[in-house]
T-cell receptor, first 111, second 112 residues
Framework: QKEVEQNSGPLSVPEGAIASLNCTYS??????FFWYRQYSGKSPELIMF????GDKEDGRFTAQLNKASQYVSLLIRDSQPSDSATYLC???????????FGTGTRLQVTL | DTAVSQTPKYLVTQMGNDKSIKCEQN?????MYWYKQDSKKFLKIMFS???????INETVPNRFSPKSPDKAHLNLHINSLELGDSAVYFC???????????FGPGTRLLVL
């Protein structure tokens, strides 16, 4: 079992729709959860982090965490073509610790 | 101003050569990292330094040797390069209350 699992996609959603990206993790001691976006040929850039169970909203993005189910998700509302990228889920055990990344989900937002 | 910078951006070299990649951050962070991203886009940590001290050393061939001359710099030296070393190497640094990691632009290494 991979430590952090994501569906590789591609996930195709029409412009204006909600994109739902999912991630599961195996380490129950995980405490920090991050979503990064990576455009082709570019470096990962942080979108959001979440530490507590529940939802965290930032603009069009909402991160959801359920530690009991070892599940974290990212919702993108009003998806735009510029959201087309690979989304990486990363999980850590605490501050200044190593992050374990999933293999990423490729999102395609179609016109 | 670039927060995390790496040089070179591209590196093409022959098998068996020795090469170095340099990383600098101007964010004032205490912790820096080296990651390798392979052709399948899997991003895996290699090393981490906190204030010039090695704190994470994953299972990496000892041909790879990191060096941190000060907390703003982290270099990666690779000896006897092999074909399988071809990848994108990202430097990152972290700081702040959440210790979120910020990545450099990457160094694309191709070993021929």
């Amino acid at each position: 079992q991979k430590e952090v699992e994501q569906n590789s996609g591609p996930l195709s959603v029409p412009e204006g729709a909600i994109a739902s990206l999912n991630c599961t993790y195996s380490d129950r001691g995980s405490q920090s959860f991050f979503w990064y976006r990576q455009y082709s040929g570019k470096s990962p850039e942080l979108i959001m982090f979440i530490y507590s169970n529940g939802d965290k909203e930032d603009g069009r993005f909402t991160a959801q965490l359920n530690k009991a189910s070892q599940y974290v998700s990212l919702l993108i509302r009003d998806s735009q073509p510029s959201d087309s990228a690979t989304y990486l889920c990363a999980v850590g055990r605490g501050t200044a610790s190593k992050l374990t990344f999933g293999t990423g989900t490729r999102l395609q937002v179609t016109l | 101003d670039t927060a995390v910078s790496q040089t070179p951006k591209y590196l093409v070299t022959q098998m068996g050569n020795d090469k170095s990649i340099k990383c600098e951050q101007n964010l004032g962070h205490d912790t820096m990292y080296w990651y390798k991203q392979d052709s399948k886009k899997f991003l895996k940590i290699m090393f981490s330094y906190n204030n010039k001290e090695l704190i994470i050393n994953e299972t990496v061939p000892n041909r790879f040797s990191p060096k941190s001359p000060d907390k703003a710099h982290l270099n990666l030296h690779i000896n006897s390069l092999e074909l399988g070393d071809s990848a994108v190497y990202f430097c990152a640094s972290s700081g702040g209350p959440q210790e979120t990691q910020y990545f450099g632009p990457g160094t694309r290494l191709l070993v021929l």
